[in-house]
């Protein structure tokens, strides 16, 4: 029988698509719960699971194994615009 084994970035990288899964559902349960108390249990575990996410994705990022590349000033404006304009409509 061989043995497979999950080298440091296949764990890292299903560690984070774990992070992101555990994120969406306390984001939907949170999004969806009607008693406040326990809205915030599931807002307070969604901001510890973001964090323990991002220190994952940094990690990565510096070593090479989740690259990304910076976005043209005109790209990150046009997006930002996106935005403002989505969140001002649903403000309106």
């Known amino acids: 029988m ?9 764990m890292a990288t299903d560690l984070l698509h774990t ?3 555990t994120t969406a559902d306390y984001n939907a ?7 406040p108390e326990i809205k ?3 807002l307070d575990l969604l901001q510890s699971e973001q964090s323990i996410g ?5 990690a990565m990022q ?9 976005a043209p000033e005109e790209k990150k404006t046009a997006i930002r615009d996106q935005f403002c304009t989505y969140r ?3 403000c309106n």
Not at 2 to 10: I, S
Not at 62 to 70: F, I, L, Q, V
């Open 40 to 42: 915030s249990v599931f």
């Open 54 to 58: 991002h220190d994952l994705f940094c």
């Open 29 to 35: 349960n949170a999004n969806e719960c009607a008693h």
């Open 19 to 21: 992070q992101k899964q």
């Open 2 to 10: 061989t043995t497979v084994t999950m080298g440091d970035r296949e």
């Open 88 to 90: 001002n409509g649903l």
């Open 62 to 70: 510096n070593r090479g194994w989740y690259p990304t590349e910076e």
